[in-house]
C-alpha cells in the first residue's frame, strides 16, 4: 500500500541484513513511526507489546527475527533456542509456529555456513507469498462484494472487526484486501469500522488505512455492530483470523463471535478472511485454540492523545476494581457464511477446508 505515494511494507529487511525496518503500530494513528529490529530479543518485544500484530505479520516477524538471531550462531541448538523464545511472545495466532516450523526445517536441512543467507531468503519468501496470498483473497472477496452490489445497486455497507488491513500482513490485508479492490474497481463502499476494544485496533489501525486510501468509513463502538444490523445498515461483514481448525471454527479478535451472532441473526452474510498458513491442521475444533489473556491494565486504562499532542493513559475503572482481558474468542463454524481463502471461497467446515487444501490429510 502507499504511504504518501510510496509503496510500503508494513515489514522491510535493510539490504545490508543488519535488521528489518517495521511500523511501530502502538504509536498509530497519531504518528507514524519507522523501527529497526536488530536482534532476536528486539523482535520478539516487537511482537510481544504489539508494536507489530496481525497474524500474518507476527509470522513474519518471527522468521526474520530467526534470521537475525543467527548473526551470532547458527548451530542447531541456538535456532531451538530462537525459536522458543519467538514461540512464546503470543499464543493466539497460529501464523507464528507455522513460520518458525518452516523456518527451522529450512536451516535444519543445510549446513550452518549456509545458514544465515538460508534464514534471510526464506523470510523474505514468506514475506512474498503473503502478499500473493493476500491479492488472491482481494480477488475473490471482490468477486463476492460484486454480487451483493448486483444485488443492491447501492453503496455497499461492510462492516469490519479489528484490524485485518494491510498493517495486519505483509501487505494488502485479509478482510480489507477485498475492500480495497472494491474500492479500487469502483464499486461504492461504504465501511462500519468497530473500535476493537480494548486495544482498538480498528478505531486507532483500521480507520488510519481506510483513510490513507480514501475508503469511506464510519468508526462505531463495538456495542453499536448489532444495532445497525437489525436496522439493515449492514450488507456484509468481513473479518480476519488467528487460528481456523480443521472443522472451519475461527478464533479472532475478541468481539468477533458477538457479531456472528448479530450477523446470523439479521440474515447478513458473515465472511472470514484467511490465510493457508492460519489454518491449524492438527486441531479438530475450536475448542484447542488457546486464547491469549493480555494485562487487565488494557481494560482498565485507555490511551489517546491530549490536546498537547501528549499520549497519555487515563484510567476508567476503579482502581479496586479487578479486570479480566482474553484477546480472542472463537466463532463456531455454523455462524460462518463462508472462508475466503487464497484458494477460493469455501464453507467453514472441514469438507469445505480439504477441498481447497486437499494435501493435508491430516487433522
Ligand atoms: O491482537 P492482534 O491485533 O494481533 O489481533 C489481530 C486480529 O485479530 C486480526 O483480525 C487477525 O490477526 C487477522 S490479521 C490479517
New binding site residues.
Given amino acids: 500500500m502507499n504511504i504518501a505515494g510510496t509503496p510500503t511494507r508494513s515489514i522491510r529487511p535493510l539490504p545490508d541484513r543488519s535488521g528489518v525496518e517495521i511500523i511501530d503500530q502502538t504509536r498509530l494513528p497519531h504518528a507514524l513511526v519507522f523501527r529497526t529490529l536488530r536482534t532476536l530479543e528486539a523482535a520478539a518485544e516487537a511482537i510481544q507489546t504489539?508494536q507489530v500484530?496481525?497474524?500474518?505479520l507476527?509470522g513474519a516477524t518471527a522468521a526474520y527475527g530467526l534470521a537475525l538471531a543467527l548473526a551470532e550462531a547458527a548451530s542447531e541448538a541456538h535456532i531451538d533456542a530462537a525459536c522458543a523464545r519467538l514461540a512464546a511472545t503470543?499464543p493466539t495466532?497460529v501464523n507464528l509456529r507455522w513460520a518458525l516450523e518452516r523456518m527451522r526445517a529450512r536451516l535444519l536441512s543445510l549446513p550452518a555456513e549456509a545458514r544465515r543467507a538460508a534464514a534471510w531468503a526464506e523470510a523474505a519468501a514468506i514475506c512474498d507469498e503473503d502478499v500473493a496470498i493476500n491479492e488472491a483473497i482481494a480477488r475473490h472477496g471482490l468477486a463476492l462484494i460484486r454480487d451483493r452490489y448486483a444485488a443492491t445497486g447501492r453503496t455497499l455497507n461492510l462492516m469490519t472487526?479489528?484490524?485485518?488491513g494491510w498493517l495486519?500482513?505483509v501487505d494488502w490485508?485479509?478482510?480489507l484486501a477485498p475492500i480495497y479492490a472494491a474500492h479500487d474497481a469502483g464499486v461504492p463502499v461504504h465501511v462500519w469500522v468497530s473500535e476493537t476494544r480494548p486495544?482498538n485496533?480498528g478505531a486507532a489501525l483500521t480507520a488510519w488505512e481506510l483513510a490513507s486510501h480514501g475508503v469511506p468509513h464510519t468508526v462505531i463502538a463495538d456495542n453499536a455492530a448489532g444495532h445497525l444490523m437489525r436496522q439493515g445498515q449492514v450488507d456484509m461483514v468481513l473479518?480476519?483470523?488467528?487460528r481456523v481448525a480443521v472443522n472451519g471454527d475461527v478464533a479472532?479478535?475478541i468481539g468477533t463471535y458477538l457479531k456472528a451472532l448479530a450477523a446470523h441473526d439479521n440474515g447478513i452474510p458473515f465472511y472470514v478472511?484467511v490465510p493457508g498458513p492460519t489454518i491449524d491442521w492438527r486441531l479438530a475444533d475450536g475448542a484447542g485454540i488457546p486464547i491469549e489473556a493480555r494485562d487487565a491494565s488494557e481494560v482498565t486504562h485507555i490511551r489517546g492523545l491530549a490536546e498537547d499532542g501528549r499520549l497519555l493513559d487515563v484510567r476508567l475503572a476503579p482502581a479496586a476494581s479487578p479486570a479480566a482481558n482474553p484477546?480472542?474468542d472463537v466463532t463456531p463454524a455454523r455462524l460462518i457464511t463462508g472462508l475466503i481463502t487464497e484458494r477460493g471461497v469455501c464453507p467453514a467446515s472441514r469438507a469445505g477446508l480439504r477441498a481447497l487444501y486437499p494435501e493435508h490429510t491430516d487433522g
Avoid: L, S, Y
Fill in positions: 504489539m500484530r496481525g497474524a500474518p507476527i503470543r495466532a472487526h479489528c484490524n485485518a495486519a500482513t490485508g485479509t478482510a486495544r485496533q473479518v480476519g483470523a488467528d479472532n479478535k478472511a484477546a480472542f
